[in-house]
């Protein structure tokens, strides 16, 4: 059983940086890793995964060039630093863990921390 808990949400204003990080019991060094994110009425976002060694990242388009994911399988966690922040960047930001070495889609997603909120004040 994996048990993922995300921190380091909070308010920032437009254009500021924030980082997150999910700290995972478990197993870990042979996951995928995401992050992902919910804003109010919509549904739950892609934001971006990493390998399970890290090599490989992929990012969505609505944050690529400013989102950065990582991992520390000594410190079993996975971070997310977010610069140049926007208000549509508000959400709950969501830890995930894929049992397979590379991210393959959503769906293979079967362990998810409580999530954190982020704040973009305009």
């Known amino acids: 059983q994996v048990q993922l808990v995300e921190s380091g949400g909070k308010l920032v204003p437009t254009g500021g940086s924030l980082r997150l990080s999910c700290a995972a019991s478990?197993?870990?060094?042979?996951?995928?890793m995401g992050w992902f994110r919910q804003a109010p009425g919509k549904g739950r976002e892609f934001v971006a995964s990493?390998?399970?060694?890290?090599?490989?990242?992929n990012t969505a388009d609505s944050v690529k060039g400013r989102f950065t994911i990582s991992r520390d399988n000594a410190k079993k966690t996975v971070y997310l630093q977010m610069n140049k922040l926007k208000p549509e960047d508000t959400a709950v930001y969501y830890c995930a863990r894929s049992p397979d070495s590379d991210y393959r889609g959503i769906s293979t997603f079967d362990s998810w921390g409580q999530g954190t909120q982020v704040t973009v004040s305009s």
């Open positions: 478990g197993r870990f060094g042979s996951d995928t």
């Open positions: 990493i390998s399970a060694s890290g090599s490989r990242t």
